[in-house]
């Protein structure tokens, strides 16, 4: 199958100074990528003019509810709403019912993405059984059984022997280590982020201590450990300090935060509801605008969605008894354009480094993340003067979007996977 994309300004930075290219793939691999590239015999061409053209885009945080019961999401809706956002890999988190904590589990997850995911889906496995806290998993069980993360993720595995002796083990694995900083006992029966907007409310607050104790728990444990810890969607600027710190002090630290928190604050919250209920929550402009510099200046360095489906009569049920969570596949690239891109916060090389080469990066995907020649084709090919209103419907099985009802600028047009057109926008 050969596919040639003429005349997109490709945004890698990779590939030098950017400039409007042609992009030939062939048999699922880029084989070229020039100036006024003849097409083959047998090839199908795209007309980009105008688009812009980047390494399909990684997800590291996803909730494909698989195993489930199915009515959020499962393996084929999630690879849907993925290919619609032009995201052509996403790691599954292994917070699912029951969760993904065993060998034979995960190479049935593995088998069925295989089937019916339209696009790469990759699995962290738990690092405790059950995600209990209580005893490690077997990583290297799992990890010969294709586990491409370890994470507790939904929970905090604040127990710093365990934790310390994950990090040890997953590092001569060759696999990072994904957690979820956050101290349960100050989060407590909090629903939002603790300030003016909760007491307004009248609904209990999550103070950002919940997210800065437990963080700067982790980073000291990797001190001690050693290892390679990714630190999942951070909320606020007192984070973006201490990874700061961390980074400048060498520690093999990463960090994603999610489109959420670039986009919105707490004082959304009253007008968008349960839909805006996530973990971490929304915090205020200040730490927005904290989170924004850190991705700027190399201090994070990926957006992730946290893509987290609930039915609508879940979410339904207010800000009090909601469950947490937004979806965010088919927005991400659209968010991160919108306020970041646009804005001028962020280049559109910072953002290909931020939504493909980065997370790439973390996953030890070799063969993804750029649009360098040998590499798969996985493409996301964006018209940046789209603008439109989000709504339903969404690919996704669920509704739950914190977008809905806003207005974004730039379009997914094409989705490739591996060569494959797996999106393609109705015009
Ligand atoms: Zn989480």
């Not at 950017?18 to 084989?31: F, H, P, S």
């Not at 059950?130 to 059984?145: D, Q």
Request: charged share 25%.
């Amino acid at each position: 199958m050969k596919l040639l994309i003429r005349r997109a300004l490709a945004a890698d930075p990779a590939l030098g100074p950017e400039k409007v290219r042609d992009l030939l793939a062939e048999n699922g691999r880029i084989t070229r990528i020039a100036a006024g590239i003849t097409p083959p015999r047998g090839c199908a061409v795209v007309d980009a003019r105008g688009l812009w053209l980047f390494p399909g885009f990684v997800d590291a945080h996803v909730h494909a509810r698989e195993p489930g019961d199915g009515k959020a999401e499962d393996l084929r809706s999630l690879g849907r709403a993925a290919a619609a956002g032009g995201v052509t890999s996403a790691l599954a988190m292994p917070n699912t019912s029951p969760p993904c904590d065993s060998p034979s589990l995960l190479k049935d997850l593995r088998a069925r993405a295989r089937r019916k995911c339209a696009v790469n889906l990759f699995f962290a496995a738990a690092l405790t059984r059950g995600r209990a806290g209580r005893a490690l998993t077997g990583l290297e069980k799992l990890s010969a059984a294709g586990a491409a993360a370890f994470t507790d993720d939904g929970g905090w595995l604040s127990d710093r022997d365990l934790f310390e002796e994950a990090l040890r083990r997953a590092w001569d694995l060759g696999a990072p280590v994904l957690q979820h900083s956050e101290d349960f006992s100050v989060t407590g029966p909090g629903v939002v982020n603790l300030g003016p907007v909760s007491r307004r409310l009248g609904l209990p607050g999550i103070d950002r201590r919940a997210e800065t104790l437990a963080l700067r728990s982790d980073l000291a444990s990797l001190r001690r450990a050693g290892g390679r810890l990714h630190i999942q969607h951070l909320s606020c600027a007192a984070s973006v300090g201490l990874l700061r710190r961390a980074k400048a002090a060498g520690l093999p630290v990463t960090a994603e935060t999610c489109p959420h928190y670039i986009a919105l604050t707490e004082n959304d919250v009253p007008a968008g509801g349960a839909d805006l209920k996530m973990k971490p929550p929304l915090r205020a402009e200040a730490d927005r605008r904290a989170l924004i510099g850190g991705l700027a200046d190399g201090t994070i360095d990926m957006v992730a969605t946290d893509h987290a489906p609930h039915p609508a009569a879940e979410k339904a049920k207010g800000l009090l008894r909601a469950p947490f969570g937004v979806i965010g596949l088919e927005t991400l690239a659209a968010a991160c354009l919108t306020h970041l891109v646009f804005p001028g916060h962020i280049s559109r090389a910072r953002l290909t480094q931020l939504l493909s080469s980065n997370p790439a990066g973390l996953l030890g995907l070799r063969t993804k993340g750029s649009l360098l020649p040998g590499m798969d084709a996985d493409l996301a090919l964006i018209d940046p003067t789209a603008e439109y209103e989000v709504k339903p419907p969404f690919f996704s099985r669920s509704e739950n979007s914190p977008f809905k009802g806003r207005r974004l600028r730039g379009a997914v047009v094409l989705t490739v996977s591996e060569g494959r057109v797996v999106h393609r926008r109705r015009r």
